[in-house]
């Protein structure tokens, strides 16, 4: 699972985590404080295992897991809290996303990273491996409902073009979807990305409702009343 959960601060943000039931959840945007209280809940609600990266204002990525990982080699990024590696036990590698935003991280440094990132995914190629998370990013052409050019565009386009597969167009196609909105479009920017040696997806949908909870990823004015847990949906992947 890959939710953006808007600094894990929201009541009943892990009853949520636990009826998706995910073996594994990439939490992106989650302030320090929260991913504490979030790994320490996870220890009594069957996900023993974390790991954690923050940036110098305390914000970054929390993974955790009902199932053993470990921190895997590529251990930092050009940015801070905007990258984690681990492995599982079966030695399946996972890149924890959260892309930069040249507004606030320089848009030199945000193409650095996006450098970077497509360095990885071509030492990965080989490999089962996936990059998840909040991407920041997406194609133009098929995840706006605007052609709207966003940050890091022509490398995500790119990382297609060296075989990385996108779960949820493998799944669906060119359908429309979108994760998060603006009060005027919607925007699929929260990925999973399979490697070419990685295995097809069986499932690849994004969440905004499960159960009695409502997660994100609603235009603002349309939230029927509902406080949501975050301003994400959350996608679910299994492979």
Request: glycine share 10%; net charge negative; hydrophobic share 40%.
């Amino acid at each position: 699972m890959a939710w953006n959960v808007r600094s894990g601060k929201a009541p009943q943000l892990f009853d949520a985590i636990v009826e998706m039931d995910p073996d594994l959840a990439v939490l992106t945007e989650c302030r320090r404080t929260h991913a504490a209280e979030l790994i320490a809940e996870g220890r009594t609600r069957g996900y023993p295992y974390a790991l954690q990266d923050f940036d110098e204002a305390g914000i970054g990525l929390c993974l955790i897991s009902s199932r053993p990982i470990m921190r895997g080699e590529v251990l930092s990024a050009p940015l801070p809290g905007r990258w984690l590696h681990a492995l599982t036990h079966d030695g399946f590698s996972i890149g924890a996303v959260y892309g930069p935003l040249p507004a606030g991280d320089g848009a030199e440094a945000a193409n650095d990273y996006w450098a970077w990132l497509t360095t990885i995914a071509r030492a990965w190629a080989t490999v089962p491996a996936l990059l998840c998370g909040d991407f920041n990013s997406g194609n133009p052409a098929l995840d706006s409902q605007n052609s709207y050019p966003f940050p890091g565009a022509r490398h995500f386009v790119g990382l297609g073009d060296i075989g990385w597969r996108d779960a949820f167009r493998e799944c669906h196609g060119n359908v429309w979807e979108y994760s998060w909105r603006s009060r005027q479009n919607g925007f699929r920017i929260d990925h999973c990305l399979l490697s070419p040696a990685a295995p097809p997806p069986i499932v690849a949908a994004y969440f905004r409702r499960v159960g009695q909870f409502t997660l994100g990823g609603f235009e603002p004015d349309a939230q029927t009343g509902t406080q949501s847990l975050s301003d994400h949906a959350a996608l679910m992947v299994e492979i």
